[in-house]
């Protein structure tokens, strides 16, 4: 995602989060690197970009 659309976001208050993140995340999930809580945690607080890959979950903020 461009840095200017992330800042945006943040700045709105809204989460970003890409189709292939959300099927990255359950993945992380399924395989018990994340737990329940910790998905929910990250869905429904913060702003910006989540971004997921196979190994974590980091939330981009610019």
Known sequence: ???D?????KH?????LRTLDLLRL???YKRGTITRD???RLLT???GWL???DERA???ES
Do not use: D, S
């Open 1 to 3: 995602m461009a840095p």
């Open 5 to 9: 659309q992330v800042r945006h976001a």
């Open 12 to 16: 709105l208050g809204i989460l970003v």
């Open 26 to 28: 359950l993945g992380l």
């Open 38 to 40: 910790e998905v929910l």
């Open 45 to 47: 607080t913060g702003a």
């Open 51 to 53: 971004r997921v890959t």
């Open 58 to 60: 980091q939330r981009v």
